[in-house]
């Protein structure tokens, strides 16, 4: 995966990324966005979406204009055979389940558009799918206390090289079943989806760290390169390429009434 062109824009308050791309020239490896929706729009160019559920997985062709959805941990992963640009809204899906929500990050989505950052229809086309997804919301899942316990631990303990030797101590199942069922649920094995909380945590945290280095010590990585070649693989850039690519937003203030 490459990028020539990326910015990153972080409201930490609200829990909003909005990610934009341009001249990518090769796959995204399969991964979610763990407990965040995603409303991307393909700006030029043409996209296929891979998206996998239990054993099952289903293909989109996304074209110039279109917009996708994905639900918070639904596994997918994205291909093309020529360059393109993209533009990735995540929200948490925490925030978007408070009322007033959808309408609070569409109006700080519309004040990029001074920086260039989206025109009009991109704006009324991203507020109009917040809304859709605010008002259906994600589908109920089963409950299934041991697999629930077990992400929980992987999105929390993200510093800890957990053995499936160790998970299944903690589980209760064997470790074949931990694969199966985990990959079942959450479309990923746990491995990779601990992996992928640390470059999400370290994503969000790589602009305001003092130390890229023990940033990384600190989320689990057992050295530099390590890092530097788990973040490459998830987001097509090094960790200074993304903070110099980033800016936080200044915090939302709610009007007074």
């Known amino acids: 995966m490459q990028h020539t062109d990326f910015r990153f824009l972080l409201d ?3 829990g909003v990324e909005l990610l934009a791309s341009a001249g990518d020239t090769a796959d995204y490896p399969w991964h979610s ?10 700006r030029r160019g043409e996209v296929t979406l891979h998206k996998r559920h239990n054993t099952r997985e289903a293909t989109q062709t996304l074209r110039t204009g279109e917009i996708f959805i994905l639900n918070p941990h639904e596994a997918h992963r994205l291909s093309a055979s020529k360059p393109y640009a993209l533009l990735n809204l995540c929200v948490d899906a925490q925030t978007l389940a408070a009322s007033g929500s959808a309408e609070i990050v569409a109006g700080r989505l519309s004040a990029q558009r001074r920086d260039g950052w989206l025109c009009a229809s991109e704006c ?6 917040l809304k859709r997804v605010a008002k259906i919301g994600t589908a109920a899942v089963a409950k299934d206390n041991a697999l629930d316990e077990l992400k929980a631990l992987l999105e929390t303990r993200l510093e800890e090289n957990l053995s499936l030797d160790e998970l299944a101590a903690r589980t209760g199942l064997d470790k074949f079943q931990i694969i199966r069922r985990f990959r079942a649920r959450y ?6 989806f601990q992996m992928q909380n640390r470059i ?6 790589c602009l305001t760290a003092a130390s890229l280095t023990d940033l990384a010590l600190l989320a689990g990585f057992y050295d530099q390169s390590h890092f530097i ?3 490459r693989k998830a987001t ?7 903070r110099h690519a ?4 200044p915090p939302h203030i709610t009007p007074k009434t």
Do not use: C
């Open 12 to 14: 930490p308050g609200l």
């Open 187 to 192: 479309g990923l094995t746990p491995h990779h």
């Open 236 to 242: 097509g850039l090094t960790p200074s390429q993304y």
């Open 124 to 129: 009324a086309a991203l507020a109009e799918a």
């Open 200 to 205: 999400r945590h370290v994503r969000r945290a």
């Open 229 to 231: 070649r788990e973040f």
């Open 246 to 249: 980033g800016r936080i937003l």
């Open 33 to 42: 966005h763990v407990s965040s929706y995603v409303l991307g729009r393909v």
